[in-house]
T-cell receptor
Framework: KQEVTQIPAALSVPEGENLVLNCSFT??????LQWFRQDPGKGLTSLLL?????REQTSGRLNASLDKSSGRSTLYIAASQPGDSATYLC????????????FGTGTRLQVFP | DGGITQSPKYLFRKEGQNVTLSCEQN?????MYWYRQDPGQGLRLIYY???????QKGDIAEGYSVSREKKESFPLTVTSAQKNPTAFYLC????????????????FGAGSRLTVL
């Protein structure tokens, strides 16, 4: 059974720091992996999607990497800003059932001025 | 602007009542999904539909029902059989983005918070 874990559960950093959020999954037979952002009481916004054949994806100050063999993904946020404060979730979709996303429990990030 | 609209945003229900959460999308997406989110847990899939007039159970379908009579609409009914319905409910749809990879990305609504009194 695929399980997705995110560490740390919460993170508080000063503005300007570079930071790394971690996501690990138990079964390497994934179709793709997505990173989402969720603001309090809101829906999810897709940030980056990495196909299983890819190693990384970049969007602005965000960079997501994927190491399928070790079951790990990282989300790197450069030069963090208070507006980055949110919960970040990763989710994997499964080979043979791409409609079913398995979500991690998220990392709650606070960036203070 | 294209997107997903969920209503109501907040809903209170007495025990034993059925309630229906609305989800409408104007993205022309074929696939639609319902997730449940509880504090400290990841999102869990309730039901999904890949095409009109067809839907499949997710991991926690018991106590819920759905319909997909129109491409744009995928309402979720929380029945009295659902023993612990207080949660945040999220609707999503999936379709191609304009990205070069052609990867399908999930688009989420703003959510509906259901509280049982």
């Amino acid at each position: 059974k695929q399980e997705v874990t995110q560490i740390p559960a919460a993170l508080s950093v000063p503005e300007g720091e570079n930071l790394v959020l971690n996501c690990s999954f138990t079964d390497s037979a994934i179709y793709n992996l997505q990173w989402f952002r969720q603001d309090p009481g809101k829906g999810l916004t897709s940030l980056l999607l990495i196909q299983s054949s890819q190693r990384e994806q970049t969007s602005g100050r965000l960079n997501a990497s994927l190491d399928k063999s070790s079951g790990r993904s990282t989300l790197y946020i450069a030069a963090s800003q208070p507006g980055d404060s949110a919960t970040y979730l990763c989710a994997v979709s499964l080979v043979g059932n791409t409609d079913k996303l398995i979500f991690g429990t998220g990392t709650r990030l606070q960036v203070f001025p | 602007d294209g997107g997903i609209t969920q209503s109501p945003k907040y809903l209170f229900r007495k025990e034993g009542q059925n309630v229906t959460l609305s989800c409408e999308q104007n993205l022309n997406h074929d696939a639609m999904y319902w997730y449940r989110q509880d504090p400290g847990q990841g999102l869990r899939l309730i039901y999904y539909s890949q095409i009109v007039n067809d839907f499949q159970k997710g991991d926690i379908a018991e106590g819920y029902s759905v319909s997909r009579e129109k491409k744009e609409s995928f309402p979720l009914t929380v029945t009295s059989a659902q023993k612990n319905p207080t949660a945040f409910y999220l609707c999503a749809s999936r379709g191609p983005t304009g990205r070069p990879s052609g990867a399908n990305v999930l688009t989420f609504g703003a959510g509906s918070r259901l509280t049982v009194l």
